[in-house]
């Protein structure tokens, strides 16, 4: 029975741990408060993973480190570090392969779809983090220090997700009230289940020639925002979506205000025009199909409404 170390309880930590337990493998949940899937199989430990030591010590005899944590967005530059620094160290002392969930951040505007060869060139602070962070985990495995290899993913549908989409659209559109977003609403766009990329994390983790190596997990066809609108509208008996472009000028004033909404500007990039993924070499070489849209959609639906202000 091998070993797992999961730092993170979103719903990528969560599905990846529980896609371990129910094969019977044994985990190890890490979050600052001890959450995570409360079920046989899964030990919760409440500890802070940017201390090197610690992380470390809970990684004595697992097989894979999973790195699914995920900072305020605003904090990324001041969190990420510490973070980044403790996983090299645990997976240099304990053996476990380190296992990272990343994003498209690390490219920069695309000028058609994005794949797994196309060179780093993060455009805002947030995006050469993650940048520097895969640099240096890429330049340990090539040290022979470690063994590493990342997945990267579009924006998320499923049950717990927090998107542009899942937070600013689709309530509203349940709700059968307009919605503006920061964002071009028919410029296509690749979407991520949540569920697929704890697949491809576990599947990566358990194949030592996926290593050394960023890895893009299998994804629909893209769907823009007024895609998305109009079938959760379907799906759950709403209205038709109203949707408008919120200018960048509007954008801009939000985030005098809220630091999160001022992350928002540097990623703009992502929703004005059309953000495609290319997920042909994972899905040839391990065999995942991807999950349909519309189930992502019914598990939002069915997850506890957000209270849309009139």
């Known amino acids: 029975m091998s070993v797992h170390v999961i730092v993170g309880a979103g719903p990528v930590g969560t599905a990846t741990a529980t896609l371990l337990a129910d094969r019977g493998d044994r985990v190890r949940v890490i979050t600052r408060r001890g959450t995570g899937p409360d079920r046989p199989g899964v030990?919760?430990?409440?500890?802070?993973?940017?201390?090197?030591?610690?992380l470390a010590e809970a990684c004595a005899g697992a097989t894979a480190l999973y790195n699914c944590a995920n900072p305020p967005y605003n904090r990324w530059p001041i969190d990420w570090p510490?973070?980044?620094?403790?996983?090299?160290?645990?997976?240099?002392?304990?053996?476990?392969?380190?296992?990272?969930?990343?994003?498209?951040?690390?490219?920069?505007?695309?000028?058609?779809?994005?794949?797994?060869q196309h060179p780093l060139r993060p455009a805002g602070t947030k995006a050469g983090v993650r940048a520097r962070m895969w640099e240096e985990a890429l330049a340990a495995h090539e040290a022979g220090?470690?063994?590493?290899?990342?997945?990267?993913?579009?924006?998320?549908?499923?049950a717990g997700t927090q998107t542009l989409f899942s937070v600013g659209v689709m309530p509203k559109v349940l709700a059968g009230k307009r919605a503006a977003a920061p964002a071009d609403p028919d410029a296509p766009h690749t979407w991520t289940y949540a569920g697929d990329v704890a697949r491809m994390l576990v599947a990566v983790a358990g194949d030592e020639h996926a290593w050394g190596r960023a890895w893009h997990t299998p994804s629909p066809e893209p769907a823009s925002l007024r895609d998305l609108a109009t079938l959760a509208a379907r799906l759950s008996g709403a209205p038709s979506p109203r949707l408008s472009a919120l200018p960048r000028t509007l954008l801009w004033l939000a985030g005098l205000g809220d630091p999160i909404v001022r992350e928002m500007r540097e990623t703009q990039y992502q929703f004005r025009k059309p953000f495609i993924m290319d997920s042909t070499a994972a899905a040839r070489h391990f065999g995942i199909e991807p999950t349909p849209i519309e189930v992502g959609l019914k598990e939002m639906i069915a997850a506890p409404r957000v209270t849309v202000a009139r």
């Open 145 to 158: 220090d470690l063994r590493t290899a990342e997945i990267r993913s579009s924006d998320y549908l499923g």
């Open 82 to 116: 510490p973070l980044a620094a403790a996983f090299l160290h645990a997976a240099r002392t304990s053996g476990a392969v380190l296992i990272t969930t990343g994003n498209l951040y690390v490219y920069g505007p695309p000028t058609g779809p994005m794949t797994e």
């Open 43 to 54: 030990e919760r430990i409440a500890a802070d993973a940017s201390d090197a030591a610690a």
